[in-house]
């Protein structure tokens, strides 16, 4: 994945999410007849501006791209000429203040269905819930699971795919329940198993939870072959190339590309002594270090090699899911609330500890996941952009002054005192919403950096 990837995929996430946001603010203010003075992508100092429409609405690209406003023709911010006074925000009733700041999260909310929606008549691509043979000890071990088993439904919600497998049992780690699950087993029966997810702690939520449990995805047999080497990484400095064929390491003789792994995982900064074949040809002794890297809080080596994949076994893997029009419009309302609901949920549990903060993400992993997403293909890059857009709008629905909530909240009081909140309450919020926020800020962007020294 290239830095130029990163950035632009997440330009072009950031810059829509925005420009949604405020549209809905905007569109619903000129609904109620507020004058709008400007409509600004990003904070700081204009980098392109143009004035438009009746009104003269200032569009503006701003330096400082994270976040962006719309402000409207208030009398609390400067004077208001006489005849614009019934245009002004602060003249319009709560009910249309209301509606004008609500509009920005359901904009994103909007945005997020209507992604869903298409992506699920158009057909998204997903990997056939398997799993492995789970280690003994483990708790899907205890319970019955068998290498082969496909996971067919999870508290009698069905299963399609891995990826929804992972997300239905993270819901039910994070409440601690007990789930009962429907599998087909490899010989076509069908069996209901039981797996209690109560003993998972929060460092498990962190890693990999389904390891943890023993429910690792079904990984075909792959030969021992490189299909690819990493620029720079250890396998490439050391002279190994594409289509070299392992057969050994050390004085172990490698049979499959998982016996490479766990070897060289299991030797972080130790040389190893590799012998392959090169276009069937044995080559000399080749000496390999593998470099340090820490994955949940472990030492591992990695080599950057990734295995020859036969596409026909690749293709075996995959399932695409796809429903009608009116299926799958129902689909992505539900998906949208579920994430809506669940976020809300995992922010709670944050702030009692069950979950911990770790799982807080700034704009550098975003940022990551944008490219990520991005290269896997227009499929992943949109769903991605769906999640981060109800992440937006959940987080602005939070009511911490400054941000939207924060108003709905002001309003909401307004409603039952039959008058606005005081000045110097608004004040008062202002200064605790940015205190929360920049202390919000402060643990993603630590985050950040704590995932980008360790991944380093």
């Known amino acids: ?37 400007r409509f600004s992508v990003g904070f700081g100092k204009p980098l ?13 690209i701003a330096a400082f791209p994270l976040g962006g406003y719309v402000k409207m023709l208030d009398e609390r911010e400067g004077e208001v000429a006489p005849d614009d006074l019934p245009r ?19 904009a994103n909310f909007l945005l997020a269905i209507a992604l869903y929606w298409g992506l699920f008549i158009y057909g998204v691509p997903g990997l056939k819930p398997v799993i492995n043979e789970p280690p003994q000890g483990t708790v899907a071990a205890r319970v019955g699971f068998k290498g082969g ?72 047999k792959l030969k021992p072959v490189i299909g690819e080497v990493v620029a720079g990484g250890a396998a490439q400095r050391a002279g190994l190339k594409a289509g070299d064929a392992f057969v050994a390491i050390g004085n172990r003789r490698i049979e499959t590309w998982d016996e490479v792994v766990r070897l060289v995982r299991a030797e972080p900064g130790t040389p190893l002594v590799v012998e392959v074949t090169r276009d069937g040809a044995p080559q000399p ?12 809080g472990q030492k591992i080596g990695r080599i950057g ?44 549990r944050m702030i009692v500890g069950d979950v911990s903060l770790k799982n807080l993400s700034g704009p550098i992993t975003i940022a990551d996941y944008a490219g990520q997403s991005a290269q896997s293909g227009v499929a992943s890059y949109l769903l991605f952009l769906a999640l981060i857009s109800i992440s937006l709008g959940v987080l ?6 400054l941000l939207d909530g924060g108003h709905l909240m002001y309003y909401t009081v307004e409603i039952f005192k039959g008058r606005p909140v005081s000045e110097r309450a608004v004040e008062i919020g202002q200064h605790v919403g940015m205190a929360l926020l920049f202390t919000l800020m402060a643990f993603a962007l630590y985050n950040d950096i704590t995932r980008l020294l360790v991944s380093g």
């Not at 002004?88 to 359901?106: C, D, E, K, T």
């Not at 997300?167 to 409440?175: D, G, S």
């Not at 602005?396 to 002054?401: A, D, F, Q, R, S």
Request: some cysteine.
């Open 1 to 37: 994945m290239t830095l130029l990837t990163t950035i632009i995929a997440f330009a072009v996430a950031l810059g829509c999410l925005i420009v949604v946001h405020e549209f809905g603010h905007y569109f619903v203010a000129r609904a109620c007849g507020v004058k709008v003075l």
């Open 48 to 60: 392109w501006s143009r004035p438009l429409g009746r009104d003269r609405t200032e569009w503006v």
């Open 305 to 348: 090699a990734a295995p020859q994949v036969d596409r026909s076994v690749l293709a075996g893997m995959i399932v695409e899911v796809r429903y009608g029009p009116l299926e799958s419009f129902a689909k992505a309302l539900q998906k949208t609330w579920d994430t809506s609901v669940f976020s809300l949920k995992m922010l709670g």
């Open 88 to 106: 002004a925000f602060n003249r319009q009733s709560v009910w249309r203040r209301l509606a004008i700041v609500i509009a920005g999260p359901a």
């Open 396 to 401: 602005n629905l939070l009511p911490i002054p």
């Open 149 to 220: 088993d496909t996971l067919v439904s999870i508290a009698d919600e069905p299963v399609a795919t891995w990826q929804d497998a992972r997300w239905i049992l993270l819901q039910r780690a994070v409440q601690k329940s007990i789930v009962t699950i429907e599998v087909r087993s490899a010989t076509g029966d069908l069996v209901w198993r039981k797996l209690d997810l109560s003993a998972l702690t929060p460092a498990d939520l962190d890693s990999d939870f389904l390891r943890t449990l023993g429910l690792a995805r079904h990984q075909p």
């Open 285 to 296: 002794a080749i000496a390999v270090t593998p470099e340090v890297v820490v994955e949940n």
